[in-house]
């Protein structure tokens, strides 16, 4: 299986579609004329040349942890190989790395 290097479209509408501005993001999805499935690229002017393009912010792994706070309610963000967590509050494990910290960016956003 190969490792996910950034979020999908998907998820980053779904976290857009909570209210999270994503202009920030390190990468972006870009559907060239004439092909059917999105390519991903460093987020830089390149996203924005042609016209044609509709770049879709994407965030990496690092973003992702960027966005979420050190500290929430008292509670420090853990992360490990495994698990992304509020001690006590909220974790998430049983994933990627990449897709726990997602699920958990969207119940710090959603709470």
Request: proline share 5%.
């Amino acid at each position: 299986m190969k490792p996910q290097t950034a979020l999908t479209p998907d998820q980053m509408h779904e976290l857009q579609s909570l209210g999270l501005d994503c202009s920030d993001a390190s990468m972006c999805w870009c559907q060239e004329p004439n092909e059917e499935e999105c390519r991903l690229f460093i987020h830089d002017e390149y996203c924005y040349e042609a016209a044609c393009l509709h770049p879709i912010p994407a965030y990496t792994l690092e973003d992702i942890l960027m966005k979420l706070p050190k500290y929430l309610y008292g509670k420090e963000l853990k992360v490990t190989k495994t698990e992304v967590s509020y001690q006590y509050l909220h974790y998430c494990r049983g994933y990627t790395l990449m897709r726990n910290a997602f699920e958990v960016l969207k119940w710090v956003l959603e709470n």
